[in-house]
């Protein structure tokens, strides 16, 4: 067995020959857990940013490892996602940033939830509603969507924040 250092953090074996089939059932992770790592990411962003955002409000949904987190420029484009993006998706960070969210939209999502999207972003507002996807395999899934604006202490539009969790 290999004596891991607290700090190695592993979420997935990209890139990597393994050796043995066993392999492929280990996850190595913080001690502090993947998701404290991601608020204390979020916390470093925010900070740079310079966000009026009480991020305390999403503490809790990140202890659920299946829900995503994606922030986006206000131009509605793709910054960061989180792993729980990547779990629900299978789409990992580096195919999704830079994108528009509704590139996960197909020909099942209703039209009418995405003008209600569009026309509320569109005012800086938050949107709350469940909207249909599609993962990166084309399997279609139903998830709880909230959006909502940060804007900076000058009360300018800095990014917005989409909270997902698929529902069963």
């Given at each position: 067995?290999t004596?891991?250092?607290?700090?190695?953090?592993?979420?997935?074996?990209?890139?990597?020959?393994?050796v043995?089939p066993?392999?492929?059932a280990?996850?190595?992770?913080?001690?502090?857990?993947?998701n404290?790592?991601?608020?204390?990411?979020?916390e470093e962003?925010?900070?740079?940013?310079?966000?009026?955002?009480?991020l305390?409000?999403?503490r809790?949904?990140?202890?659920?490892?299946?829900?995503?987190?994606?922030?986006t420029?206000?131009n509605?484009?793709?910054?960061?996602?989180?792993?729980?993006?990547?779990?629900?998706t299978g789409?990992?960070a580096?195919e999704?940033?830079?994108?528009?969210p509704?590139f996960?939209?197909g020909?099942?999502?209703s039209?009418?939830i995405?003008?209600?999207?569009?026309?509320?972003?569109?005012?800086k507002t938050?949107?709350?509603?469940e909207?249909?996807?599609?993962?990166?395999d084309?399997?279609?899934?139903l998830?709880?969507?909230?959006?909502?604006?940060?804007?900076?202490?000058?009360k300018v539009?800095c990014?917005f924040?989409?909270?997902?969790?698929?529902?069963?």
């Amino acid at each position: 067995m290999t004596n891991l250092s607290p700090q190695v953090h592993c979420d997935t074996f990209k890139n990597v020959h393994l050796v043995s089939p066993l392999l492929h059932a280990y996850e190595f992770t913080t001690r502090a857990s993947n998701n404290i790592t991601e608020y204390e990411f979020l916390e470093e962003y925010a900070r740079n940013r310079a966000w009026h955002f009480n991020l305390s409000k999403i503490r809790s949904f990140l202890k659920h490892r299946e829900n995503a987190i994606v922030i986006t420029c206000p131009n509605e484009r793709i910054e960061w996602v989180n792993k729980g993006f990547t779990r629900m998706t299978g789409y990992g960070a580096d195919e999704a940033v830079g994108k528009f969210p509704n590139f996960l939209q197909g020909i099942e999502t209703s039209e009418v939830i995405r003008k209600e999207i569009r026309e509320k972003l569109a005012i800086k507002t938050s949107f709350s509603g469940e909207v249909l996807n599609y993962r990166k395999d084309g399997e279609k899934y139903l998830c709880k969507v909230d959006i909502v604006p940060i804007f900076n202490n000058d009360k300018v539009l800095c990014n917005f924040m989409a909270l997902e969790r698929e529902v069963n």
